[in-house]
T-cell receptor, first 114, second 113 residues
Framework: GDSVTQMEGPVTLSEEAFLTINCTYT??????LFWYVQYPGEGLQLLLK?????DKGSNKGFEATYRKETTSFHLEKGSVQVSDSAVYFC?????????????FGTGTRLTIIP | GAGVSQSPSNKVTEKGKDVELRCDPI?????LYWYRQRLGQGLEFLIY????????KSGLPSDRFSAERTGESVSTLTIQRTQQEDSAVYLC???????????FGPGTRLTVT
């Protein structure tokens, strides 16, 4: 079945450091890929997405590129801020009609220290 | 407009009791999903409703779990004879149409003592 494997945390970085959170997936067909973020005390919200190979999703300075050849969707940010502290989830949607549920990774807790 | 809302936000119950969790999706969203997030784990899919089609119940962990949805409106997730392993945050999400972005509610934290 479909699965998502993401970098285990927790990850602690200093402000302005470069961030990479690795995510790889296993799926048949051509899934859509997502990064969701859960800030402390808040609900899960979509950070960015990509729906086909080589697409790059971006939002709030974060980027991720859909790499079909390596089945990866790594999250990157060039200069993190304290406000980026949160739990990040990689997810896929098979995008097959009748099978639209999201499959999530286990989440990576990110803490940014000033 | 209003987002997905869930109630209650927290629920503490004794082992063996039944609980009902409620989800109000975004108005006009045809698809509704329930997920479970146990401590330190990712989100697990439970059940999915799309319009008037039969729901996809493939993620329900046991027959103690059931869910209903009234048309394209409110959904309730019922857990009968709760067990300690049912303790988790239960998240509801809705989307305008399947494969579109899913919008999540704040969740219901269920603690079974």
């Amino acid at each position: 079945g479909d699965s998502v494997t993401q970098m285990e945390g927790p990850v602690t970085l200093s402000e302005e450091a470069f961030l990479t959170i690795n995510c790889t997936y296993t799926a048949t067909g051509y899934p859509s890929l997502f990064w969701y973020v859960q800030y402390p005390g808040e609900g899960l919200q979509l950070l960015l997405k990509a729906t086909k190979a080589d697409d790059k999703g971006s939002n709030k300075g974060f980027e991720a590129t859909y790499r079909k050849e390596t089945t990866s969707f790594h999250l990157e940010k060039g200069s993190v801020q304290v406000s980026d502290s949160a739990v990040y989830f990689c997810a896929l949607n098979p995008a097959d009609f009748g099978n639209e549920k999201l499959t999530f990774g286990t989440g990576t807790r990110l803490t940014i220290i000033p | 407009g209003a987002g997905v809302s869930q109630s209650p936000s927290n629920k503490v119950t004794e082992k063996g009791k039944d609980v009902e969790l409620r989800c109000d999706p975004i108005s006009g969203h045809t698809a509704l999903y329930w997920y479970r997030q146990r401590l330190g784990q990712g989100l697990e899919f439970l059940i999915y409703f799309q319009g008037n089609s039969a729901p996809d119940k493939s993620g329900l962990p046991s027959d103690r779990f059931s869910a209903e949805r009234t048309g394209e409106s409110v959904s309730t997730l019922t857990i009968q004879r709760t067990q300690q392993e049912d303790s988790a945050v239960y998240l509801c999400a809705s989307s305008l149409f399947p494969v579109y972005e899913q919008y999540f509610g704040p969740g219901t934290r269920l603690t079974v003592t």
